[in-house]
């Protein structure tokens, strides 16, 4: 698959796979932030990526379950504080 690609495009895709985590952390930061400001229909839909983000950040199952369950963003944001 690699022979389809050139090196600078293989550097790309090594470097974000190499800050996947990083890279979660800051799309769940920016979801958190709409987390406070939705309601709703629009609420489900932020906490659907958010779940998808905090996976990529590095949290288990069972914390992203139990911050959804509480649905506080306040908490959320807590959690990210201390992966980053």
């Not at 800051?26 to 906490?47: D, F, H, M, P």
């Amino acid at each position: 698959m690699s022979a389809n690609r050139s090196p600078y495009q293989d550097r790309i895709v090594k470097n974000y796979y190499r800050n996947r985590g990083s890279i979660g952390i800051q799309k769940a930061q920016e979801a958190i932030t709409e987390l406070y400001l939705s309601e709703g229909k629009k609420r489900e839909t932020v906490w659907k990526r958010l779940c998808s983000h905090l996976e990529k950040a590095g949290l288990s199952d069972e914390q992203i379950q139990h911050l959804r369950e509480k649905d506080d963003p306040a908490l959320v944001a807590e959690a990210i504080s201390k992966l980053a």
